[in-house]
Nanobody, 123 residues
């Protein structure tokens, strides 16, 4: 059974940082592209970042460039999303997803999705 489990969310003040984790079981993330999406309150889910199977291949939404960093640790079968200088508009539920490539991820046609982790940015 394939599971993606997100963790690392929480309540943080504006300007703070978080590192979200997406740990996989049942699949090897090194064989997949892995993306992060978020759903802000009252808004549609949006993709924020994706990391491909090949080393060094990453994509970011315009809203994520400069503050978000996606990385993969194949030994731990985990993908991370580092978010710096958090802003209230970053509030939402963050989901990770795994698929054949980042194009499939961006089309939201991924094979696997996690349940999400809540990020709340507030003073």
């Amino acid at each position: 059974q394939v599971q993606l489990v997100e963790s690392g969310g929480g309540l943080v003040q504006p300007g703070g940082s978080l590192r979200l984790s997406c740990a996989a079981s049942g699949i090897t993330l090194g064989n997949y592209a892995v993306g992060w999406f978020r759903r802000a309150p009252g808004k549609a889910r949006e993709g924020v970042a994706c990391i491909g199977m090949s080393v060094g291949i990453t994509y970011y939404a315009d809203s994520a460039k400069g503050r978000f960093t996606i990385s993969k640790d194949n030994a731990k079968n985990t993908v991370y999303l580092q978010i710096d200088n958090l802003k209230p508009e970053d509030t939402g539920v963050y989901y990770c997803t795994a698929a054949l490539n980042c194009r499939v991820v961006s089309d939201e046609r991924s094979d696997y999705w996690g349940q999400g982790t809540q990020v709340t940015v507030s003073s």
